[in-house]
């Protein structure tokens, strides 16, 4: 019955792939083309633009977006789409790390971290283990933990303890270069090679293929996708720490924009939503490219709408695009 | 007797979203019995308030969980219907609200259109259009909170009828009553519940599968967008900023009601059901005096555990299939051999 079907099907399929010759390759980069031209128009004709401390503020955003974004990565990759609460997450393990400052840097650096995975972690167990919508899941989850942070802190924002300074070395530049950047670079590094040459990681691209497949194969497609929510938890909560010693203020505004910027900057990097394909290397170069628009609008003054705006069409062209090339 | 075990969960699956309402509602009646706490008509007026501002949301959200698809673009409609119909419906309401729903129909079309004809995974695409719509409704109010100056027209339409509805809630409850019938009536409520059940037999067995998702879209934003306009004229005011937790609420509503989310389950009755009996729940803690972290918590641990059990014969299933081994063998099967 299948074999009848399919080779019914065989004739149309041929006709698919002479039809497929590369017109969205062509459209993609005509886009490329026309978003490159209105980079390089609105770096030269904006002005305060190229100049050294705007370049360091792009990639200090980078950085910030772009540890995120390396986690929400694995999570893409595992066929999981994405999370929508890693904004709440990287507000509270900054809030976290704030308050924790009380004890000792380090300490607190772990607890921002800790809490991070922790937060993951679960998510990605109710998930993995019982089938759960990823989706609904973050949403309730983004949710559960404005909650418990309000009930928490009282509602307050929590300050470090006075006299404390040590961390604002994480904030401040080394060798001339916004710290944070290191911090991606190396996250960015670890990520990827842990995607590429670890038994997690092949796993993980090979679950993200095909569910199915990786569940017959006897890969535990559980624990899999509970450890991809727990390194995006972890690098969150990373971010959450840079985030906290920047504005050494914690409280539930630090959430700003970061679970969608996070989004837009896997999903322009060209990693396919469904999983399976997908690099840590794209998601730096998304996060660059987020970072820069949103710099680029700030700028010259667009208001908060167009940025959003902006956005969503950049995140709804990619999306339609990266999917067209991939064909069916 | 072979019956009895099937459909006794049947009837238990399809019971369960009333059976959570009824216990609220007894709840409600007997809080006032036991406690110092009063419970009077406005508190129900309260209720089927929040019924005719979130449940055509919770509605719009389901119908789309039904048909297997899951539009995340619901809360920004619902600001933007708000603000179009705030920002022209000051000489004539209804004209406002025509205009945010010929809004909608757009926003409908497109993103249902690129949905159903890429046949691409709705919620990234429904997380831009989120955006798109979002960044609409600032702009549109100048990143600001726009006030309707004919305040008479929101004095009318919450003005409360036999002490509990309003003309707010009377479409609302009449929109509900009409998606019911056409869902368990009509070839499109059956062609909604069987593309979001089997996408490919329905594909076979003739459904015009792209019309049937472009049409749940298009319903979506419109009933998204009209509770919007409504609620707009009721505050008097619309702003890009009020609550993001609409589509929590919907999601968390339309999971109480029985709406699956793997699609092909559910329908408006049950959706109707999660919508009060998260609003008696919402008006409980309000009576109780709860902090408003409270409601977050509630919210988002119901909507967590509703996603998880729902989840669970699923996954159960699944351990099961890994174990199977351990049991002894079953009879030979033709499924064996084509693996």
């Known amino acids: ?328 | 007797m072979k019956l009895a075990g099937p459909l006794r969960a049947a009837i238990r699956r399809v019971s369960a979203p009333y059976a959570i309402l009824i216990l609220m509602v007894a709840v409600l009646a007997v809080l006032p019995a036991v406690s110092h706490y009063s419970v009077t008509a406005t508190n129900v007026y309260d209720v089927l308030q929040n019924f005719a501002s979130l449940g055509l949301v919770a509605l719009a959200l389901g119908t789309t969980m039904i048909a297997g698809e899951f539009d995340l673009s619901v809360t920004s409609m619902y600001l933007l219907g708000a603000m179009v119909a705030v920002l022209t419906g000051a000489p004539s309401p209804v004209a406002g609200v025509l205009l945010a729903l010929a809004v909608a129909l757009g926003v409908g079309l497109i993103q249902g259109g690129v949905i159903a004809g890429l046949r691409l995974n709705s919620m990234p695409v429904t997380l831009g259009g989120y955006l798109i719509l979002l960044g609409t409704t600032y702009i549109l109010g100048h990143n600001q909170t726009v006030t309707y100056a004919n305040y008479s027209v929101g004095l009318r339409l919450d003005q409360p009828i036999l002490s509990i509805f309003s003309i707010r809630s009377f479409v609302s409850i009449g929109i509900f009553a009409v998606a019911a019938l056409v869902m368990a009536y009509t070839r499109v409520g059956r062609d909604i519940h069987a593309i979001g059940g089997d996408r490919r037999a329905s594909r076979i067995a003739g459904v015009r599968v792209a019309r049937v998702v472009i049409g749940v879209f298009v319903a979506s934003a419109l009933m998204t967008a009209l509770a919007g306009a409504l609620l707009g004229y009721s505050l008097s005011t619309a702003s890009p900023t009020i609550a993001v937790n609409q589509l929590t609420f919907a999601a968390t509503a339309a999971l109480l009601g029985g709406v699956s989310l793997a699609g092909g389950r559910g329908s408006p009755l049950g959706i109707a059901a999660g919508v009060l009996t998260l609003s008696i729940i919402q008006e409980l803690l309000g009576i109780l005096g709860a902090a408003s972290y409270v409601q977050s918590l509630v919210t988002g641990g119901v909507l967590v555990a509703v996603a998880s059990v729902q989840g669970l014969p699923a996954a159960l299933a699944r351990m099961r299939s890994l174990t199977a081994w351990r049991r002894p063998a079953a009879p030979p099967s033709s499924t064996a051999a084509d693996a």
């Open chain 1, 1 to 328: 019955m299948r074999d009848a079907a399919a080779s019914a099907m065989a004739p149309l399929r041929l006709v698919a792939a002479r039809r497929r010759w590369d017109l969205p390759g062509a459209l993609m980069a005509v886009v490329i083309a026309i978003v490159t031209g209105l980079l390089i128009y609105g770096a030269a004709d904006t002005s305060g633009f190229l100049t050294v401390s705007n370049l360091k503020a792009i990639l200090t955003a980078t950085s910030l977006v772009g540890i995120i974004s390396v986690g929400m990565t694995a999570i893409m990759i595992s066929g999981n789409l994405f999370s929508l609460s890693v904004g709440q997450t990287a507000a509270v393990t900054a809030t976290m790390f704030l308050y924790a400052l009380r004890v000792d840097l380090t300490v607190a650096i772990a607890a921002g971290i800790a809490l991070g995975l922790g937060i993951g972690a679960v998510q990605g167990g109710i998930v993995g283990f019982l089938g759960a919508n990823t989706i609904i899941i973050t949403i309730g989850a983004g949710l559960l933990q404005e909650g418990l942070a309000t009930w928490m802190t009282n509602g307050n924002s929590v300050v470090p303890p006075s006299g404390s300074s040590s961390y604002t070395h994480l904030a401040l530049p080394l060798f001339g270069v916004p710290f944070a950047i290191y911090v991606f670079f190396a996250v960015a590094i670890v990520a990827e090679f842990v995607l590429r040459k670890t038994r997690f990681g092949r796993q993980l691209y090979l679950m993200g293929e095909n569910r199915s497949a990786a569940h017959a194969a006897g890969l535990p497609t559980a624990l899999l996708t509970t450890g991809a929510f727990a390194l995006a938890g972890a690098c969150t909560g990373l971010a959450g720490v840079l985030i906290g010693a920047a504005s050494a203020n914690g409280s539930l505004l630090l959430e700003g924009t970061y679970t969608y910027d996070a989004i837009a900057a896997t999903l322009v990097g060209g990693n396919a939503v469904g999983g399976g394909r997908g690099s840590v290397a794209r998601t730096v170069v998304g996060a660059l490219f987020i970072a820069t628009i949103s710099d680029l609008l700030l700028l010259r003054g667009y208001s908060t709408g167009i940025q959003i705006l902006v956005k969503g069409i950049i995140v709804a062209v990619v999306v339609v695009l990266t999917n067209l090339r991939r064909g069916r």
